[in-house]
Antibody, heavy 119, light 108 residues
Framework: EVQLVESGGGLVQPGGSLRLSCAAS????????MHWVRQATGKGLEWVSA???????NYPGSVKGRFTISRENAKNSLFLQMNSLRVGDTAVYYC?????????????WGQGTLVTVSS | SYELTQAPSVSVSPGQTARITCSGD??????AYWYQQKSGQAPVLVIY???KRPSGIPERFSGSSSGTMATLTISGAQVEDEADYYC???????????FGGGTKLTVL
């Protein structure tokens, strides 16, 4: 059974940093692209970052230069380093597995971890 | 920036057919995907590559795409299908990955 479990969320002040983790199990982690997607309370979904099997990364303009996605295949783990956090980054952050076959989309999602940026 | 447009809400009675649409300029060349999100839960993939249904998704869920519009159809909607539905796709370059704004489906 595919499982994705996020951790590392919490309260941080504007301008601060936070590192999210996602522990994957139930599949061969190194074979799949991985993503982070966020959702502010009462709002829609926003793709935040992607990392390919070879380590290539991609970000939307809203977080580029502030967020860094990484992976450690030996530990079946995905990470998101978030720097220069803003109030607008407050959201539930989901870890998601990329669909096989090179698709840009995602199939399995974790339950999310809440990040609150506030003074 | 690229956008996908969805109606904010759709309402049907149980047993009726619900149609949720998503429009985007790149949809003639890019696949649409559909996610169901029930209150307080993570999203679930219900349709991928315009019209394919993942295992475990009921047959009443189907998808289609024509021109700049993709459609999620729920034939014989059930009360348990009440949820927010999001379409997802990319722009023609494949670099900008976006979700539609979401459609709240009410079945009552």
């Amino acid at each position: 059974e595919v499982q994705l479990v996020e951790s590392g969320g919490g309260l941080v002040q504007p301008g601060g940093s936070l590192r999210l983790s996602c522990a994957a199990s139930g599949f061969t982690f190194s074979y799949y692209d991985m993503h982070w997607v966020r959702q502010a309370t009462g709002k829609g979904l926003e793709w935040v970052s992607a990392i390919g099997t070879a380590g290539g990364t991609n970000y939307p303009g809203s977080v580029k230069g502030r967020f860094t996605i990484s992976r450690e295949n030996a530990k079946n783990s995905l990470f998101l380093q978030m720097n220069s956090l803003r109030v607008g980054d407050t959201a539930v952050y989901y870890c998601a597995r990329g669909l096989s076959g090179g698709s840009s989309a995602f199939d399995y999602w974790g339950q999310g971890t809440l990040v609150t940026v506030s003074s | 920036s690229y956008e996908l447009t969805q109606a904010p809400s759709v309402s049907v009675s149980p047993g009726q057919t619900a149609r949720i649409t998503c429009s985007g300029d790149a949809l003639p060349k890019k696949y649409a995907y559909w996610y169901q999100q029930k209150s307080g839960q993570a999203p679930v993939l219900v349709i991928y590559e315009d019209s394919k249904r993942p295992s475990g998704i009921p047959e009443r869920f189907s998808g289609s795409s024509s021109g700049t519009m993709a459609t999620l159809t729920i034939s014989g909607a059930q009360v348990e299908d009440e949820a927010d539905y999001y379409c997802y796709s990319t722009d023609n370059s494949g670099n900008h990955r976006v979700f539609g704004g979401g459609t709240k489906l009410t079945v009552l």
